[in-house]
């Protein structure tokens, strides 16, 4: 099956869908309104005065925080339909709202992957354009989102700031631990709109969502293999490369599955059970690039 062409960032910003273009600079977009509001990072205009001091914004929302500072009143938060998440502004809302919904409307124009965020979708696209602009001083890893490298970093480092007072565990990022505590806490933040499901992780959601809509996005290109979960499609796709990432402590033995690494243990039961307990703990696990 062909490969459909990736389109350069030239290309992307040259699209037929952003008619209004910046005489200035490459910037498109398919609003007038956002071309108006981005003329200004040129001319340097700041047309919203504040009444009070030298203050001036480029756009009305600025001047309406700001002065918050003046009056002491403050915007009134709106809060989302569905849970008790609160924000001064409409556009939060909007966004907040699709972790309920589920609803990505920016769709990658190369694959079948879609996004909640349009920030999202141009880091995606810079994996089919294969501009991994973050590149490690230590080795030849490289990777399109500077996050993805600082976590990368502490490997080579030893530096884990974020530390469970629970069980010990430590990582380099505060959104892992987040997620870790709930392991300990309960919670499950996140909810099906159409049942009662409800669990710890957003991608469980996404997931589950495939139940009620039937859609499955991702698709292997060999064989024509779908699937709604990537952690799937990841384990699919060690039939066509042979990868077998877990290996017996034990034996030359190697698997691409864990659960089976876990029976073919079960055949040196007999053997010493230190040993079993030590190499099955040692289990070594090649990470795949995506």
Request: charged residues 45%; aromatic residues 6%; hydrophobic residues 15%.
């Given at each position: 099956?062909?490969?459909?062409?990736?389109?350069?960032?030239?290309?992307?910003?040259?699209?037929?869908?952003?008619?209004?273009?910046c005489p200035k600079c490459p910037y498109r977009s398919d609003r007038q309104h956002n071309l108006r509001q981005h003329l200004l990072t040129h001319t340097g205009e700041r047309p919203h005065q504040c009444p009070y001091c030298d203050y001036a914004a480029g756009r009305k929302p600025h001047l309406v925080r700001h002065m918050a500072r003046h009056t002491g009143v403050t915007?009134?938060?709106?809060?989302?339909?569905?849970?008790?998440?609160?924000?001064?502004?409409m556009y939060d809302i909007n966004v907040h709202v699709r972790t309920h919904t589920g609803e990505r409307p920016y769709k990658c124009p190369v694959c079948d992957w879609s996004f909640a965020h349009s920030s999202t979708l141009g880091t995606h696209m810079d994996i089919h354009r294969g501009n991994k602009r973050f590149q490690c001083p230590h080795c030849d890893y490289a990777s399109v989102r500077k996050e993805c490298l600082r976590l990368h970093l502490s490997k080579h480092t030893g530096f884990f700031p974020y530390l469970c007072g629970e069980c010990g565990y430590k990582t380099a990022?505060?959104?892992r631990m987040l997620?870790?505590?709930?392991?300990h806490t309960g919670e499950k933040p996140y909810g099906c709109p159409q049942c009662d499901f409800t669990t710890a992780h957003k991608r469980c959601v996404d997931r589950h969502m495939s139940i009620h809509t039937g859609e499955k996005p991702l698709m292997c290109e060999e064989c024509g293999y779908r699937t709604a979960d990537r952690g799937n499609l990841v384990k699919h796709m060690r039939k066509h490369t042979g990868v077998k990432p877990y290996t017996c402590g034990l034996c030359d033995y190697s698997i691409s599955d864990r659960r089976l690494l876990n029976k073919h243990m079960k055949t040196h039961e007999e053997g010493n059970q230190t040993g079993i307990e030590t190499a099955t703990s040692a289990v070594k696990v090649k990470k795949e690039k995506c």
């Open positions: 099956m062909d490969k459909p062409k990736v389109k350069t960032e030239k290309e992307d910003r040259s699209a037929d869908d952003r008619p209004f273009s915007p009134p938060m709106k809060q989302c339909p569905f849970c008790e998440y609160t924000s001064k502004r990022q505060k959104s997620k870790h505590m709930r392991t």
